[in-house]
């Protein structure tokens, strides 16, 4: 093999990270503060095992499942606005995000519905250990996703006004991966709650 067929090492673009520095040192922050409340999940889990066996039964399957569902949809379109913008159609870029607003939009709908129906059975986070744990957690969650979809209305008047395009769009890609980190702590909080007993 000579050295003309060795494969050249990555140049410093191909190396970079996704979005921006700023971003990640957020997504850090999140991913620690959820990583903490984890821990307490875990900790109060181990303490009261019987309530936490019995705690998924409580809650609404179907709300969670809808939830786990608009997030993942809207990932996807988010991820597929990413994708329009690097091969520079806008319009597309837009429409996708769009979609992606509308979808997420019925996330914290499903939790005020999920929120009516939980107290009107009794969850009302009266001091019952997994009621605490689990309105602590998906209310910080929802308050993420709340910011998410205020940073999404951002990209999508920046889109709207061509701020971006295919080589200058780290914005764009910036609130792609705050969205995808929300996502994926919702993947996290789903099954501990609604599944796990």
């Known amino acids: ?22 971003i990640w040192v957020g997504i850090y922050c999140e991913l620690t503060e959820f990583a903490l409340m984890f821990i307490v999940y875990f900790i109060a889990r181990a303490h009261h095992p019987e309530a936490f066996r019995a705690g998924p039964q409580q809650l609404s ?37 769009g979609a992606a607003l509308l979808t997420g939009l019925g996330y914290p709908l499903v939790k005020y519905f999920e929120l009516r129906w939980n107290v009107a059975h009794g969850l009302s986070g009266n001091g019952e250990v997994f009621q605490m744990t689990y ?3 998906t209310f910080n969650h929802l308050v993420h996703v709340s910011w998410g979809l205020l940073g999404m209305l951002w990209v999508m008047l920046r889109t709207a006004m ?20 929300t ?5 996290m909080i789903f099954p501990l709650f609604y599944v796990l007993h």
């Not at 093999?1 to 520095?21: F, H, Q, V, W």
């Not at 914005?171 to 991966?177: H, P, T, V, W």
């Not at 996502?183 to 993947?187: C, E, N, S, T």
């Open 1 to 22: 093999m000579d050295a003309a067929s060795l494969p050249l090492p990555a140049t410093p673009a191909e190396r970079r990270i996704p979005g921006n520095k700023g």
């Open 183 to 187: 996502d994926l702590i919702w993947l």
């Open 162 to 181: 061509g701020a971006y395009s295919s080589r200058d769009h780290a914005g764009l890609e910036a609130f792609a991966c705050y969205w995808h980190a």
């Open 61 to 97: 399957a179907l709300a969670g499942v809808t939830n786990t569902l608009i997030m993942l949809t809207s990932s996807y379109f988010v991820a597929r606005a990413l994708l329009a913008m690097r091969q520079d159609h806008a319009r597309r870029c837009l429409c996708w995000l």
């Open 135 to 137: 309105y602590y957690l």
